[in-house]
Nanobody
Framework: QVQLVESGGGLVQAGDSLRLSCAASGRTFSRYAMGWFRQAPGKKREFVAAISWSGGSTYYADSVKGRFTISRDNAKNTVYLQMNSLKPEDTAVYYC?????????????????WGQGTQVTVSS
């Protein structure tokens, strides 16, 4: 079992940057692949980025590739999402998730644990 708590969201202007953090409880954090998803009002939850348990492999949605960077610090039980060049269409609630069973990194139903989400709002 792992509990996830996101932080770092806020209101920014287009072109600004934010760094989201997701702190995990439990001693087995390093065994989980981690992902970030987002959900905008009236839209389905969508994949943003994922990282393997070691941090050696990363995955991105096309819409954020080159602007967002996912990373993790297993010593701190934390995964990060650095978001640069933010656009109004990035506005959403951002969720981190943990996958203990090596499922499809891009599919939300393959993740086992979820945080409560943090709001990111980008004004134009």
């Amino acid at each position: 079992q792992v509990q996830l708590v996101e932080s770092g969201g806020g209101l920014v202007q287009a072109g600004d940057s934010l760094r989201l953090s997701c702190a995990a409880s439990g001693r087995t954090f390093s065994r989980y692949a981690m992902g970030w998803f987002r959900q905008a009002p009236g839209k389905k939850r969508e994949f943003v980025a994922a990282i393997s348990w070691s941090g050696g492999s990363t995955y991105y949605a096309d819409s954020v590739k080159g602007r967002f960077t996912i990373s993790r610090d297993n010593a701190k039980n934390t995964v990060y999402l650095q978001m640069n060049s933010l656009k109004p269409e990035d506005t959403a609630v951002y969720y981190c998730a943990a996958d203990e069973s090596s499922g499809d990194r891009y599919r939300d139903r393959d993740y086992d644990y979820w945080g409560q989400g943090t709001q990111v709002t980008v004004s134009s």
